[in-house]
């Protein structure tokens, strides 16, 4: 059972428009949730992070809303870049005490310039 | 820079051969994760280090071993691999084992299995 589940494999959007990437989770004990961002032929790398307390964080031009009651959380990119063009996994952590990641099957996100 | 290496990038062997991939670290993190990617998938997390500690997840075949001789150093063994074992396998390491300890990801190595 998929407890991360991203269900857009793939989004296209115009530079310099807002980028709306979607992330549901059924695990209403998830306390930590993160955004991770992949190139071709590179490993995934941590873009930005959100605590269950809070339901904003903002870094730059990247900014992740939280929704505990709805368990749903969104990545906004704004304005959006070629270079943004990538696969984005949104991951969980787990409450069991070892802080193990749950990872979506990500979203790739292309910018047309 | 400080990274995290995975060696070999692809990796083919035949059905029920032994193979080894490795992992190596310059970040001197006390964690080191090991993950399969299969397609489309999201990546799973097979087992883990902290430090010396191995941690298994329940559902990892017992096809999976893996070993740390050191910081620096991690190997995934799968003593006898299928072709539903056919994958990326991600190396990843955090500072610590907290939520806030980000985990820094290698490149992956692509198993095919013949």
């Known amino acids: 059972d998929q407890q991360v589940k991203q269900n857009s494999p793939s989004l296209s959007v115009q530079e310099g428009r807002i980028s709306i990437l979607n992330c549901d989770y059924t695990?209403?004990?998830?306390?930590?949730f993160l955004w991770y961002k992949k190139y071709p032929a590179e490993g995934p790398t941590f873009l930005i992070s959100?605590?269950?307390?809070?339901d904003k964080n903002e870094d730059g031009r990247f900014t992740v809303f939280l929704n505990k009651s709805a368990k749903h959380l969104s990545l906004h990119i704004v304005p959006s870049q070629p270079g943004d063009s990538a696969v984005y996994f949104c991951?969980?952590?787990?409450?069991?005490?070892?802080?193990?990641?749950?990872f979506g099957t990500g979203t790739r996100l292309k910018v047309l310039a | 820079d400080a990274m995290v290496i995975q060696n070999p990038r692809y990796q083919v062997t035949q059905f029920g051969k032994p193979v080894t991939l490795s992992c190596s670290q310059t970040?001197?993190?006390?964690?080191m994760y090991w993950y399969q990617q299969k397609s489309s998938q999201a990546p799973k997390l097979l087992f883990h280090?902290?430090?010396?500690?191995?941690?298994n997840e329940a559902d990892t075949p017992d096809n999976f071993q893996s070993r740390r001789p050191n910081t620096s150093f991690c190997f995934l063994d799968i003593r006898s691999p299928g072709l539903g074992d056919a994958a990326m396998y991600l190396c990843?390491?955090?500072?610590?084992?907290?939520?806030?300890?980000?985990?820094?990801f290698g490149p992956g190595t692509r198993l095919t299995v013949t």
């Open positions: 990843a390491t955090s500072r610590d084992r907290t939520p806030l300890g980000e985990q820094y």
């Open positions: 695990n209403s004990m998830f306390d930590y």
């Open positions: 959100i605590s269950s307390i809070k």
């Open positions: 991951a969980a952590s787990t409450p069991s005490g070892t802080y193990k990641y749950i």
């Open positions: 970040l001197n993190h006390n964690v």
């Open positions: 280090y902290y430090d010396k500690d191995f941690n």
